[in-house]
């Protein structure tokens, strides 16, 4: 199951015992049962039927058959390794993040540095926000197991799966690198402003003024063949810094993404071109505002459209997924 | 099937110090590859530490990894 579905259909999967990932918006969390589950709050979802903003059903994805056993747990920041390192031998975390707090960026820098981060799949999602409630109300995540909401600490579900069968995550990234000029950053951080430009020193924000970079097109920089997003988030001009709602990493060259000719159509092929279901999957909200996506047409891949993913690292504009594979 | 290389073996060396390229299929392998690679720019004399721990990377998704490995060693 990966699909919207009312309160009290989902109250009834979770009463019958079923290992559960729930997002929705918190009024309709805060009216679900207890049991094992976890879940985060989003009201924009990428449904079958197109994208939607929904403030009454839950999104809810039921974790594969092949889970043999599953904990759920609220991390705060000071145990922030507990994600890897508490994470079953043979099995996956499915994390969410409260998207705009503390720990949101601890994970996303602290990451970098997390013993064996690659050991055991983690795959997840950044709690979000309707966006006409920034600013009014906190994106929030919940221990199912407990009921217990949280906007300092992240919630892990952590899956057991049996011998012969591993969890993989795999994003689709409809970006590449285009061929403009290299930007390297002097710091890692959510914002860019001290850094070197095709070799010379210079200042970010002054750079994006000065050649007007379109936002909506993500920085990418290629980890070993993987073409990571760090998207825009704001011009600051009384910092005088570029925010990003990813952190750029130092000493990393990246190159503004190559333009979309159609954004939507992009992004729809290439999930089309995966020919997959997976057993989990998110989608960004940037994609979803910028893909034009609400409403529009059916959706191949079905999920909560987040405020930033998690493919063991902090994605943006990205679809991440997770599959089980028999081996 | 291909068997994982020991961590004496000098693939793992061309992968961390880029040398050697090859994008997986396997997303994690990588960014585990990235990751080890900016590991060992850093410093470079933890390489024992970040080859082991990428060989026990290898050495758990053997069955994903192996073959493609095996045609960069």
């Known amino acids: 199951m990966n699909k919207l579905v009312s309160v009290s259909d989902a109250n009834a999967l979770i009463d019958a015992g079923r290992r559960l990932h729930i997002a929705g918006d918190e009024v309709a969390l805060r009216l679900l049962h207890r049991g094992s589950w976890i879940g985060g709050t989003i009201p924009y979802f990428l449904t079958p039927d197109g994208g939607v903003v929904d403030r009454e059903n839950v999104f809810v994805t039921e974790l594969p058959v092949e889970v043999s056993a599953v904990s759920t747990e609220l991390i705060d920041v000071a145990h922030l390794t507990e994600v890897s390192t508490e994470a079953p031998p043979h099995g996956f975390s499915l994390v969410i993040l409260p998207g705009m707090s503390a720990i949101h960026a601890e994970y996303a820098l602290a990451v970098e540095h997390i013993p064996s981060l690659f050991a055991s799949p983690i795959v997840g999602w950044v709690a979000g926000i309707h966006l006409s409630d920034l600013g009014k109300v906190s994106p929030k995540v919940i221990d199912g197991a407990s009921g217990e909401l949280a906007d300092d600490r992240l919630v892990v579900m952590h899956a057991t799966l049996p011998e012969g069968v591993v969890a993989t995550v795999g994003i689709v990234n409809v970006f590449t690198q285009g061929d403009g000029d290299s930007i390297v950053f002097d710091q890692t951080g959510f914002s860019g402003k001290a850094c070197t430009i095709n070799g010379k020193a210079a200042d970010f924000l002054d750079y994006a003024r000065r050649t007007d970079l379109d936002l909506k097109l993500p920085l990418v920089a290629n980890h070993a063949g993987e073409m990571i997003n760090v998207s825009f988030q704001a011009l600051d001009d009384a910092e005088g810094i570029v925010k990003f709602y990813a952190p750029v990493l130092k000493g990393v060259e990246y190159r503004q993404a190559a333009p979309l000719a159609d954004y939507r159509t992009a992004l729809i092929s290439a999930i089309e071109g995966m020919h997959f279901s997976p057993a989990f999957s998110c989608n960004c909200i940037l994609n979803y505002l910028y893909g034009g996506l609400e409403g529009q047409q059916p959706i191949p891949v079905p999920g909560p459209a987040t405020f930033g993913e998690v493919g063991y690292v902090l994605l943006n504009q990205t679809l991440v997924y997770m599959s089980l594979v028999k081996i | ?73």
């Open chain 2, 1 to 73: 099937m291909a068997t994982i290389p020991t961590a004496s073996h000098p693939v793992w060396e061309r992968l961390i110090t880029g040398t050697a390229t090859h994008k997986f299929s396997l997303f994690a392998a990588n960014m585990a590859i990235d990751q080890a690679k900016r590991q060992y720019k850093e410093k470079p004399g933890d390489k024992a530490a970040i080859v082991k721990s990428l060989v026990e990377f290898f050495d758990k998704y053997s069955k994903l990894t192996a073959d493609e490995l095996a045609s960069i060693s």
